[in-house]
């Protein structure tokens, strides 16, 4: 599985990847400047289909609803499998459709991305870091392998 994501922090991209066990696509890795002067960042991206095995003339993108959480994710671990625990705080949430791509405008901090998906018990996730006046792409991956 290839984990395409974009983010101002590659290192941290990497490191999360690998501890989960995914390869990672760092030639998307992209960090571009917006107005500064807002004292913001700017998140975009898309959700990544939900497949098991990724099919070569299906839509790459898919529908669904995307949360933005303020804060980091933890792991709990127990029975040798690590469950994720999610900040509390919603500040954004949009929906979008397929191959449409979400964009917030948030305060720099920690953020996790979180989509729901319809006709799916999986809620792919994405750690972010927003950075003032920069805009970074990250898309949500395909965690139904």
Request: one cysteine or more; proline letters at 6%; charged letters at 10%.
């Amino acid at each position: 599985m290839v984990l395409r994501l974009s983010c101002c922090r590659p290192a941290f991209i990497v490191l999360a990847a690998l501890l989960a066990g995914l390869q990672i696509d760092l030639s998307t890795v992209t960090a571009t400047t917006v107005n500064a002067s807002s004292g913001k960042g700017v998140i975009t991206g898309h959700i990544d289909r939900c497949s098991g095995l990724p099919l070569p003339a299906s839509r790459r993108y898919s529908a669904g609803s995307v949360t933005v959480l303020q804060g980091q994710m933890r792991w709990k671990h127990g029975n040798h499998l690590g469950v994720p625990i999610f900040p509390t705080h919603a500040v954004k949430t949009a929906r979008i459709t397929a191959h449409q791509s979400y964009r917030f405008t948030l305060a720099p901090g920690h953020y996790v991305l979180r989509a729901r998906l319809p006709h799916s018990n999986v809620v792919p996730f994405v750690q972010v870091a927003v950075k003032r006046g920069v805009t970074t792409h990250v898309d949500i991956p395909n965690m139904c392998i």
